[in-house]
């Protein structure tokens, strides 16, 4: 029986950069016997949040422990109904899934994705990026910072840089929820979170589910509902022509 209250999972990993031996600075190809072993990159935080709750929490190599983080994460993800993320699908998640095999951990199960990034997208804007689009919808901003240099200070073991990478991750996850109650009826590829209740909204449960007109196909018609809460649409069961 499906979960009447499905949890959906906010997250936003942070990496270190890879260090490498190069003789020069313009025009470079770095392959990977130029890597200096044991400072290939990686994760270096991850930020969570549940959907609906407001304190994100950061687990962090400097705090927690590498094996610790991602042992954390790990069972969230195996808890979670849904994963969402700005871009996770193709930054995130694969490279969580690197870290656990590099672990010796099993997966957790495969996450259904709604991935915010691939809706922001199709919105016309001149930029995609977070940094742009969640000022521009006027839900806040990401936390400045002073660029790689913070990055350096981190992996340096700076307490000040660290207590701000932090706070940077966490901001990232909160604007996830903000940008998701924006979005939302935008949605087209919403994975189903309600009950089974075939009149309720797929995106948030509510059965204030209105029907406006049908949609049809070359074999069949839907008949065609918009939710009054949050303003997603869905479609009824396929239906053939007399």
């Not at 927690?64 to 954390?72: A, F, K, T, V």
């Not at 809706?119 to 990026?129: A, D, H, L, V, Y």
């Not at 309600?194 to 509510?206: E, I, L, M, Y």
Request: hydrophobic share 40%.
């Amino acid at each position: 029986m499906p979960n009447a209250s499905p949890r959906i999972l906010l997250l936003d990993i942070e990496t270190k950069p890879a260090l490498a031996y190069t003789f020069g600075i313009r025009d470079q190809h770095i392959s990977h016997k130029q890597l200096v072993p044991g400072q290939v990159g990686g994760i270096i935080c991850v930020g969570c949040q549940w959907l609906g709750e407001k304190r994100a929490t950061v687990y962090s190599d400097w705090r927690d422990g590498h094996l610790p983080m991602l042992e954390r994460v790990h069972a969230l993800l195996s808890e979670a109904d849904a994963v969402m993320g700005f871009n996770h699908v193709s930054f995130d998640m694969p490279r969580l899934q690197g870290e656990f095999l590099l672990a010796g951990m099993l997966p957790p199960p495969p996450p259904t994705n709604i991935d915010l990034y691939k809706t922001t997208r199709k919105m016309g804007f001149i930029s995609n990026k977070l940094d742009f689009v969640a000022p521009l919808l006027g839900i806040g901003g990401k936390v400045k910072h002073e660029g790689l240099e913070m990055w350096i200070a981190v992996m340096n073991g700076c307490p000040k840089a660290q207590a701000k990478m932090s706070r940077y991750c966490a901001q990232d996850v909160r604007l996830l929820g903000d940008l998701y109650a924006c979005v939302k009826p935008y949605i087209t590829t919403h994975p189903h979170m309600a009950d089974t209740k075939r009149d309720a909204c797929g995106a948030c449960g509510s059965t204030r589910m209105q029907s406006r007109g049908i949609a049809r196909t070359k074999a069949s018609y839907r008949t065609r509902f918009q939710c009054q809460a949050c303003g997603s649409w869905q479609l009824g069961p396929p239906k053939r022509a007399a």
